[in-house]
């Protein structure tokens, strides 16, 4: 049930500017804020010292997927986004064709409402031939569809079958960009390859482009609202800057704005396997620079808690994907203590963007009337990331050994706190997100 909740002198990160004052949470919903509210309501909290922000939108991440090994789900994947700051997140299928029907969405969204500690929502995932269902689906947030990266029946990469989608399909459509053609014409020439460092080789920046290029046609040509997921390169990046982009939307992670091929692979070995890959500096200076610039909507983690024994299998053998629902807010509050970016900038590409990018109403925003879904972070807080002291099962960090700047001390879900000094409050249960489109 929503709670009440009042914050007292707090540095607030609202829409338009930075100030500090008083916030109040009535039944779920932030009703007032100023220089200094007269009235209070439920626990009282001295927010000197400490900063406001919306709670983050993770609109990318892989909790639940009962065709993989890992150990994540909703309970420990949303215990593990509170942790990071995270009030809502929107999950997506991977490999596993089953969890791709309206059946399979509804039952993700019953287990959800019993587990998850934060709001949530989720994607029906794009197959050879549910075009019936993808029409028709209610209560998710769009459609994924993996132009390559993937296997078996989630794997979209004629053009008939893409063509088709986006003819008929008038929902969101994220797209996991890799021309799958060009990744069949590649493997052989890293097939004896056990070098992770290989990874970047075989999944080449053209693999990215032409399947980017080919999803912008599709929904330029049909008029469809299209996603781009996780950019990882320059020339993406480049090529989405230099588009009209009324329809068309594209996130980055925070994989590819912290680490480097140069010594990434080197350092983590296959714990740095992800798809896309993670590229050089060059690229990583690109999508600053691009971000920077306003040309990304939002920031995704596309959090996928593979363990540390599936990836000590080696390259090519351990699966891609790291972990990251935890790490965003610290990693870019470390930003802001550096100089590099604003508290309002982390606002926007954390809350507001995948508020806007998805239509989810009254998210993402410290604002009267829009839902008291909060993170408070010790701004001065200085701590290094280590494995093992996670909230994911995985129980390893990409980050690890990272000292970061900039902490979240408490997560609110509708006025009531479900992450506080460390520790999950239990009880807590967050909503089923509701869609505008």
């Known amino acids: 049930m929503p709670g009440n909740l009042t914050i007292r002198q707090a540095r607030l990160v609202l829409p338009d500017r ?7 949470v009535e039944d779920g919903v932030i009703a007032h804020i100023g220089p200094h509210v ?51 997140f929107l999950e997506m299928p991977n ?11 509804h039952e993700k969204l019953a287990i959800a409402a019993e587990k998850s500690v934060v709001h949530y929502g989720f994607f029906i995932g794009a197959t050879g031939s549910n075009t019936s269902d993808l029409i028709s689906a209610e209560r998710t947030c769009g459609v994924k569809i993996f132009m390559g990266a993937s296997t078996g029946a989630l794997l979209v990469s004629e053009r008939d079958r893409l063509e088709e989608i986006f003819a008929r399909v008038d929902k969101v459509i994220a797209v996991h960009a890799e021309d799958e053609a060009r990744l069949r014409e590649r493997r052989p020439m890293y097939a004896d390859s056990t070098n992770p460092a290989d990874h970047p080789k075989l999944r080449d920046v053209e693999t990215a482009l032409n399947a980017t290029k080919l999803a912008v046609e599709l929904a330029q040509k049909y008029g469809r609202r299209l996603h781009i997921l996780h950019v990882s390169s320059a020339e993406e990046a480049d090529f989405l800057a230099s588009i009209p982009r009324d329809r068309i939307t594209a996130e980055t992670c925070p994989q590819y704005l912290f680490l480097a091929a140069e010594d990434a692979y080197a350092r983590l070995g296959t714990r740095a396997q992800c798809n896309p890959p993670i590229r050089s500096q060059r690229h990583q200076d690109a999508i600053w620079k691009h971000l920077l610039a306003g040309d990304f909507d939002c920031l995704a983690t596309d959090h996928a808690p593979h363990t540390a024994e599936e990836k000590a299998k080696g390259y090519p053998k351990a699966p891609s994907g790291l972990p990251g629902v935890e790490w965003t ?36 925003r410290l604002e009267v009337g829009y839902d008291g879904d909060l993170v408070l972070v010790d701004a001065a807080a200085t701590r290094t990331v280590e494995d093992g002291n996670v909230f994911t099962k995985c129980g390893w960090s990409p980050y690890a050994g990272m000292s970061l700047t900039g902490w979240p001390v408490m997560t609110v879900v509708l006025g009531r706190p479900v992450f506080r000094d460390g520790e999950i409050q239990e009880g807590i249960r967050g909503r089923e997100l509701t869609f505008s489109h």
């Open 38 to 88: 007269e009235r209070s309501v439920g626990e009282e909290i001295n927010g000197a010292g400490l900063t406001v922000l919306p709670g983050l939108i993770d609109p990318q991440v892989h909790f639940r997927d009962p065709g993989l090994t890992w150990k994540e789900d909703l309970a420990s994947g949303s215990r593990a986004a509170a942790a990071g700051g995270v009030t809502s």
């Open 329 to 364: 807010l610290p990693l870019m509050m470390d930003q802001v203590a550096k100089g590099r970016i604003s508290l309002k900038q982390i606002a926007k590409w954390t809350a507001e963007g995948p508020a806007r990018t998805y239509d989810i109403p009254r998210k993402g």
């Open 95 to 105: 490999t596993d064709p089953t969890t791709t029907s309206i059946t399979a969405l």
């Open 18 to 24: 930075v100030v500090t004052g008083d916030l109040i």
